[in-house]
């Protein structure tokens, strides 16, 4: 336990824009012992794909088709379907297979035994259906423990709000880039505190958003609060979250979810990764015609007439509900 809050406290400072390195997967390798550890990020819409592993290792990925090897252990892997359920704590494959079983398998044919690995675990940064964020331990011949799982479950919310204060940096940096320009009907703002707590800065954006949700004393708390999680204040049917970022503050507006049901939502989860009605339909058991129809009322819902843009806005809306919010709050228009 205390190996793994000495990790969690020196993890910030190894951190930045990008906020997983090199030497994190180092230090993560003090606390769970494996062959390889390598983080993986994948934009399925983009077709990104970042991969970091720790200095010594990056020769044993010469000649593994990386891309190859992220469609295999993406859509192959074990422990798929429970990612698709909502949960992201480690998890190892051994849980769900032998080694008999897992030698049968397209995953191990090609996401394993090229590397020679024998035993994987795996934990992920909640990310929404175009993405997946994860970091994979893995071994030729050391089995993962359940004191191995257990320390990375221990671990992972600490990866979360490395990922989440990472990402606000760069909304930040982005936002104060065009400060000058900016017009006040934007939906992000930037307010600069001063050495005792003071606004000696506020955009117009900011000044607007505060006028329209007017959480003045709600603001001062939290600030008071020292509290490190993001401050959520709705008005009627909008949303305003601000994240603190050193001595400025970071306020965005954004727009409720509309009302899509439990199979509206899985039908574009599979749209986002580039399935077609097809595909989509084999994969759900469904009809191409229903998931045809699916769609049309995923379009009204969310008012859009094309795919594209129905993802563009089920992404965001997904990245709204990562339930990362300081406190809900009520107000009324």
């Known amino acids: 336990m205390e190996r793994v809050l000495r990790f969690a406290g020196e993890a910030e400072s190894l951190g930045g824009d990008d906020p997983f390195t090199e030497d ?4 993560l390798g003090e606390l769970v012992q494996a062959d390889w550890i390598t983080y993986f990020e994948r934009d399925h819409l983009g077709r990104h794909l970042l991969e970091i592993g720790r200095p010594d290792e990056a020769e044993c990925w010469d000649g593994v088709p990386v891309e190859g090897w992220c469609d295999a252990t993406l859509n192959g892997s074990p422990l798929t379907p429970h990612r698709r359920n909502g949960y992201f704590g480690a998890l190892r494959v051994s849980d769900f297979l032998t080694q008999r079983e897992l030698h049968r398998t397209r995953f191990y044919e090609i996401g394993l035994r090229p590397l020679g690995i024998e035993h994987s675990m795996e934990v992920e940064i909640p990310s929404p259906p175009s993405h997946w964020r994860t970091f994979s331990f893995d071994s030729s011949e050391r089995a993962f423990s359940e004191r191995d ?9 600490h990866l979360v709000r490395l990922w989440q204060a990472a990402r606000t940096r760069r909304k930040l940096a982005a936002a104060l880039t065009g400060l000058d320009q900016a017009e006040e009907r934007e939906s992000r703002g930037v307010i600069l505190l001063g050495a005792r707590g003071e606004v000696e800065y506020a955009s117009e954006p900011a000044r607007r958003l505060l006028r329209e949700f007017a959480p003045d004393e709600t603001l001062v708390e939290w600030l008071e609060s020292g509290s490190r999680r993001p401050l959520v204040h709705h008005h009627g049917e909008r949303r305003l979250i601000v994240e603190r970022v050193g001595d400025a503050l970071l306020l965005e507006e954004t727009r409720p979810d509309a009302d899509l049901t439990a199979r509206e939502r899985e039908v574009l989860t599979w749209v986002a990764r580039g399935k077609t009605n097809p595909e989509i339909a084999r ?15 995923i379009y009204a819902k969310l008012g859009v007439k094309t795919r594209t843009a129905a993802v563009a806005r089920f992404l965001g809306l997904i990245d709204l509900e990562g339930g990362d919010g300081e406190s809900i709050l009520s107000a009324q228009s």
């Open 283 to 297: 994969l759900l058991w469904l009809a191409p015609s229903t998931v045809a129809k699916h769609l049309e009322n």
């Open 149 to 157: 799982r257990l320390v990375l479950d221990l671990v992972q919310p």
């Open 24 to 27: 994190l997967l180092v230090e």
